[in-house]
């Protein structure tokens, strides 16, 4: 006999859930894997969706003096069963429960429901969360994604990458197009792309805000980040890579480039096709 469904909950990677916030754990990209591929089962199985646990207290952006406290208050609505609904189903019907955990196959097993999981976003996220988005024109506008922060010398892109392929862009669309860079990292950091006439840093009020910020833009250059990845499945934006670890993130694969160079015939003849 086939189990019914009854509820699906998304247990988000942390040190320990205690159901209304998280202690630690994996930052917002990664965590919205779970909360789609969740949401999409539900949808198909027409069980009762459980409100994943969004809020996060963590030190290290705190010691890092991030912008961002990757806390997540306000940045979504309530979906599905929540409050002391939630926890009582949790922890008084466990076995009617199926828990949603990990990465999955990253996008590659949401790209057949990209519109469910575009319809989540549209759904979930607070309009307060995206509020600094409204009004804004991205039509000539190519996003930077830099990611620093936790990262380890050993997983971060070289500056020098960042600058070839926008100057590539750059000279390659005859000074058509804006650049603007998000990023994790300090100023001080990231002084050496600024520095550079194009490009001008940008935060919209929280993560998520920038990643649907991403999502909006002309074109990507990504970092091996999954936050890079989300900007880029969410809207099918074109995307260069430097690297990554996970796979697919367009319908059209022809749209999204990996060049470890970030120069090169490759680069401009994506460059070519679609700017």
Not at 194 to 202: A, I, M, N, P, Q
Request: proline share 3%.
């Amino acid at each position: 006999m086939t189990r019914v469904l009854k509820y699906i909950y998304p247990k988000l990677p942390s040190g320990y859930d205690l159901y209304l916030f998280r202690m630690g754990g994996a930052g917002l990209a990664n965590c919205l894997f779970v909360a789609v591929r969740a949401y999409i089962l539900a949808k198909k199985t027409n069980a009762t969706y459980i409100n994943p646990t969004w809020v996060k207290f963590s030190l290290g952006p705190y010691i890092r003096k991030e912008k961002d406290k990757r806390h997540y208050f306000g940045l979504f609505n309530p979906v599905g069963v929540r409050g002391l609904k939630k926890i009582a189903a949790l922890l008084f019907c466990p076995r009617q429960v199926t828990r949603v955990e990990g990465l999955g196959d990253y996008f590659e097993n949401l790209l057949d429901d990209h519109a469910v999981a575009r319809a989540f976003f549209d759904y979930a996220v607070t309009s307060a969360a995206c509020s600094r988005l409204k009004g804004v024109d991205f039509s000539n506008v190519i996003g930077i994604h830099v990611r620093l922060g936790d990262y380890g010398s050993f997983l971060r892109t070289s500056r020098d990458w960042y600058q070839s392929v926008i100057e590539h862009i750059d000279k390659e669309t005859n000074h058509k197009y804006k650049f603007w860079l998000f990023s994790d990292g300090s100023q001080e950091e990231l002084d050496g792309l600024l520095s550079l006439g194009c490009v001008e840093r940008k935060f919209f009020g929280n993560a998520l805000a920038d990643i649907l910020a991403l999502s909006k833009t002309r074109f990507i250059i990504g970092s091996d980040s999954t936050f890079s990845g989300w900007g880029a499945f969410l809207g099918q934006v074109p995307v260069v890579f430097p690297k990554r670890h996970f796979g697919r993130v367009l319908i059209n694969g022809e749209h999204e480039l990996v060049s470890p160079s970030g120069e090169g015939g490759q680069l401009t003849e994506f460059i070519r096709l679609v700017l």
